[in-house]
């Protein structure tokens, strides 16, 4: 069935590094993909998609790319700040008619000043 | 700005007893779902609601059930909590189809 597999954390850089969270799927068809955050004690939110190949997606500082040869949408950021630690999930568009996401295991991401 | 509220933000119960998680939205959405977060696993889909009245079971749907009298409000209820039910559960509702989910703040529940 459809899944995502997204890099184990946790994730630790200093201030300024660049991040890369890898995330791979499989999946019929043409999934929407997506990248939701979680910062510390809240819900999740909506980062950043891209419904079709090739697509980019961006949202504060960070992109992601849908590569449809390699089933990938890696997450960079080129220079990443302390209030951008949180949890990050990749997602996909369940194939069919409801909207239903299938999330990965989420990457801790800790940026140290 | 949409919200989805999540009833309470912590909770502690006794194995066996029924519990009531309820999420409200005030966005007008059709969709509601439920999740489960635990470490490790991701998020999981517990139920699922596109419209009034109806439901469709998630990815873990055993020992849970759930209502939508209304469209605002969705509910999870664990008939008799188990200790393996402890984790934080996530409502989120959405518009049309593929479009993006909004999510509450979450709610953590401890079964004793």
């Known amino acids: 069935g459809d899944s995502v597999t997204q890099m184990e954390g946790p994730v630790t850089l200093s201030e300024e590094a660049f991040l890369t969270i890898n995330c791979t799927y499989t999946?019929?068809?043409?999934?929407?993909l997506f990248w939701y955050v979680q910062y510390p004690g809240e819900g999740l939110q909506l980062l950043l998609k891209a419904t079709k190949a090739d697509d980019k997606g961006s949202n504060k500082g960070f992109e992601a790319t849908y590569r449809k040869e390699t089933t990938s949408f890696h997450l960079e950021k080129g220079s990443v700040q302390v209030s951008d630690s949180a949890v990050y999930f990749c997602a996909l568009l369940y194939g069919g008619a409801t909207n239903k996401l299938i999330f990965g295991t989420g990457t801790l991401l800790a940026v140290q000043p | 700005d949409v919200k989805v509220t999540q009833s309470s933000r912590y909770l502690v119960k006794r194995t066996g007893e029924k519990v009531f998680l309820e999420c409200v939205q005030d966005?007008?959405?059709?969709?509601m779902f439920w999740y489960r977060q635990d470490p490790g696993l991701g998020l999981r889909l517990i139920y699922f609601?596109?419209?009034?009245?109806?439901?469709e079971k998630g990815d873990i749907p055993e020992g849970y059930s759930v209502s939508r009298e209304k469209k605002e409000r969705f509910s999870l209820i664990l008939e008799s909590a188990s200790t393996n039910q402890t984790s934080m559960y996530l409502c989120a509702s959405s518009s049309t189809l593929g479009r993006e989910l909004f999510f509450g703040e979450g709610s953590r529940l401890t079964v004793l």
């Open positions: 999946a019929t068809g043409y999934p929407s």
């Open positions: 966005m007008d959405h059709e969709n």
């Open positions: 609601s596109y419209d009034v009245k109806m439901k």
